[in-house]
């Protein structure tokens, strides 16, 4: 600070052996009052008082133990107390620096005290008041004081009591611009602090010069935006591309000191090379891939999967997401880079019959359901058919009414055909055949439970509950009309394992019930007559 620098010089007229009004000397506070001001001890027999009119700063900003450097005003020994300046010495050195500061054309410090007419009253070195003219002040006339601490120029000083101090900042600017265009050049990396930042560029001080950043200018990666990479009142580092000394312009540019990744792409990431990136953004058309600040690839939606399927890509990638991706094509002057996700990971046709054999149960999903039977997926770019025969051990009209799309099955592999990619799967075979346990405990006369599943013209097919099998009732053989999923009881009639069909009915099941009432009715009438015989 400039008051510490002013304190060393005064230190010259310090004198120690007497005490005399006039003498300027080295005085320590020993109390702090507000209002009536400091009590110091400067080495004479009186205490020291320093009112408030006599300092440099407010009272209350001093602290008990401080040095400070005064002028002895008046001794009074009768009472005990010497009064003291601090400010006049103060003052005197302060005019010669300013005086120095005309001479060198060296900036002086200062702040805003009051606006006048034609200007603002500023104070230099906290004691001193100048004039700064509203045309050297760099204010508008509506805009607020400035607060805290300047640099200004002094531009006129006479000396006395009448003298006057005119300051400028104007004047300290312009010699500061001249002085920034003299030594810079373009192609200087220099610090500069960010002043405002907008979506179309920022402005950045480079001490006074105001230069602009493009935001063509932040980054070679075309996805970073300005106010990622810029805050307003930090200070960065930035290249100066254009310089126009008449105009006073600057503009400076953070993507000139990063490498173009662009330049050498094409030697870096050969086609048909494996490398490593960080999933950056997610489109309905792919992924794109970043390789390195500023190069960025896509990989289409058809380089991600071996199969033909859509799928909604954010539930297999998420941002910052580390993938492998094989180079397909690079474009530097077009700065294309087009990457494949699938390729990366390898056809997995190339060794399916090591992964998968014959007779192999395995799990997987359903893809498509059609009149046909079912494609399942087994893992991605495998999938396989299972024929409608397959599907289940009953008789199946429409698959869709027993698998959906999605769906999690069991299949069981029936065969591989590596060089047409095609599977064949079953998915019935990876239960057991119902009809095993048909032939070994259903008989004709047999009563079983079933539901009814559907109701033909001829009759009705019918699930027998405890078999998992179908079973046709003539409508001939059924108790009146029956409504679909109702459970009901019926008697095998036949059984046929080698067409896989069970002939079942209602009706006669409840002619025999009725039959087996009536024998029992019989039994019992036989059994009362002879009882009444014996009597």
Not at 348 to 360: L, V
């Amino acid at each position: 600070m400039d008051n510490e620098k002013l304190n060393n010089d005064l230190e010259r007229y310090l004198d120690f052996n007497e005490f005399n009004p006039g003498q300027v000397v080295e005085a320590t506070v020993t109390a702090v009052d507000p209002a009536e001001g400091l009590s110091v001890d400067f080495g004479g027999k009186q205490e020291g008082r320093i009112q408030p009119p006599e300092l440099v700063r407010e009272p209350s900003s001093y602290k008990v133990g401080e040095k400070i450097t005064a002028q002895i005003l008046k001794i009074n020994d009768e009472e005990g107390y010497a009064l003291l300046s601090e400010i006049r010495p103060y003052r005197r050195l302060a005019m010669e620096k300013i005086r120095e500061a005309k001479e060198n054309g060296t900036p002086v410090k200062g702040y805003f005290v009051q606006q006048v007419s034609g200007g603002y009253i500023v104070r230099l070195f906290n004691v001193l008041d100048a004039f700064l003219p509203g045309s050297e002040s760099l204010l508008r006339r509506d805009a607020e004081m400035p607060q805290g601490e300047h640099d200004f120029l002094v531009i006129d000083y006479v000396p006395g009591r009448r003298g006057r101090i005119v300051v400028s900042r104007k004047a300290l600017v312009e010699r500061q611009i001249q002085s920034f265009f003299d030594s810079h050049n373009v192609g200087d990396v220099v610090e500069a602090k960010v002043e405002h930042v907008r979506a179309s560029n920022a402005t950045l001080k480079i001490g006074p010069i105001t230069a602009v950043l493009p935001k063509e200018e932040v980054s070679h990666d075309p996805s970073i935006s300005i106010h990622d990479v810029l805050k307003e009142g930090e200070t960065v580092k930035v290249k100066i591309t254009k310089m126009d000394p008449a105009q006073r312009s600057v503009e400076v540019s953070l993507k000139a000191l990063e490498p173009d990744p662009w330049q050498i792409a094409a030697e870096k990431y050969r086609v048909g090379t494996i490398v490593q990136g960080v999933v950056k953004r997610i489109v309905p058309f792919g992924i794109f891939v970043n390789l390195e600040p500023g190069l960025d690839g896509l990989v289409h939606i058809s380089e991600i999967f071996w199969g033909n399927k859509r799928v909604d890509l954010k539930k297999f990638f998420k941002p910052g997401q580390v993938v492998q991706v094989e180079v397909i094509e690079v474009d530097p002057e077009k700065r294309r880079l087009a990457l494949s996700y699938k390729r990366a990971q390898g056809d997995p046709w190339e060794n399916i019959t090591e992964r998968y054999k014959e007779g192999d149960v395995v799990s997987g999903t359903i893809l498509k359901v059609l009149p046909t039977g079912a494609i399942v997926e087994l893992e991605d770019g495998v999938t396989g058919l299972v024929p409608k025969s397959e599907l289940s051990w009953n008789r199946v009209s429409d698959p869709t009414e027993l698998f959906k799309e999605k769906q999690k099955v069991n299949v069981k592999i029936l065969s591989i055909d590596p060089q047409n990619r095609r599977m064949r799967l079953s998915i019935k075979q990876t239960m057991p055949d119902p009809w095993e346990k048909i032939v070994e405990t259903l008989k004709e006369g047999s009563v079983v439970k079933a539901f009814v599943k559907s109701k033909l013209n001829s009759g009705y097919v019918l699930e027998l509950k405890d078999f998992s099998v179908e079973a046709f009732m003539p409508s001939t053989h059924a108790l009146g009309e029956i409504g679909e999923r109702s459970e009901i009881e019926v008697l095998v009639l036949r059984v046929i394992p080698e067409r896989r069909k069970i002939l079942v009915s209602q009706k006669k099941l409840e002619e025999m019930r009725d039959y087996e009432e009536y024998k029992k009715q019989m039994k019992s009438s036989q059994k009362t007559l002879g009882d009444l015989l014996k009597k």
